[in-house]
T-cell receptor
């Protein structure tokens, strides 16, 4: 079984500032994938960034980057130059790779303010 | 086409009604999923279809009946639901092949209210 923990229920950041969302996980698998999904009020889950566990290099997608610490089982998301459109619920998720079961954390609600 | 399309977007039904939620994708994905999401909670997996066969049923009550008529379509038949079944129902798909990166592609969801 796998677990995903997000310890920050809510966060707030000012526009143009940087914010980091935390996520820890546990799995017995060696090969797995980690994701950050964004769910705005429009409710569609949108992939923000993906990390393969076998890759040591941290994934980046424009203003979004991760700090993947495999030994510590930590997978944080950094959002740089925050924009109002980044306001959403952010879910950390784990796919163990051996089965099609994506496990979500409880989510962090991010509010970007002026 | 990189979309997963769900209909209807909103559905209100009584406890004695029979209704269906529909999901369609044209990305050639061979795995499709139903998730249930309550307000301010993460999605919870209900069913997984792999190559049009039911591969995972997360002990979902029989009042929810999934159906995969073909590789592009996924239905969720609803009958004799309870008010606590009111939620956002999300459909997702993934390649389901050796090229699978683990990423799921989600639809916008169907908001279900049971009166």
């Amino acid at each position: 079984a796998q677990t995903v923990t997000q310890s920050q229920p809510e966060m707030s950041v000012q526009e143009a500032e940087t914010v980091t969302l935390s996520c820890t996980y546990d799995t017995s698998e060696n090969n797995y994938y980690l994701f950050w999904y964004k769910q705005p009020p429009s409710r569609q889950m949108i992939l923000v960034i993906r990390q393969e566990a076998y890759k040591q290099q941290n994934a980046t997608e424009n203003r979004f980057s991760v700090n993947f610490q495999k030994a510590a089982k930590s997978f944080s998301l950094k959002i740089s130059d925050s924009q109002l459109g980044d306001t959403a619920m952010y879910f950390c998720a784990l796919n163990p790779g051996t089965a099609s079961k994506l496990t979500f954390g409880t989510g962090t609600r991010l509010q970007v303010t002026l | 086409d990189t979309e997963v399309t769900q209909t209807p977007k909103h559905l209100v039904m009584g406890m004695t009604n029979k209704k269906s939620l529909k999901c369609e994708q044209h990305m050639g994905h061979r795995a499709m999923y139903w998730y249930k999401q309550k307000a301010k909670k993460p999605p919870e997996l209900m069913f997984v279809y792999s190559y049009e066969k039911l591969s995972i049923n997360e002990s979902v009550p029989s009042r929810f009946s999934p159906e995969c008529p073909n590789s592009s379509l996924l239905n969720l038949h609803l009958h004799a639901l309870q008010p606590e079944d009111s939620a956002l129902y999300l459909c997702a798909s993934s390649p389901g092949t050796a090229l699978n990166t683990g990423e799921l592609f989600f639809g916008e969801g169907s908001r279900l209210t049971v009166l």
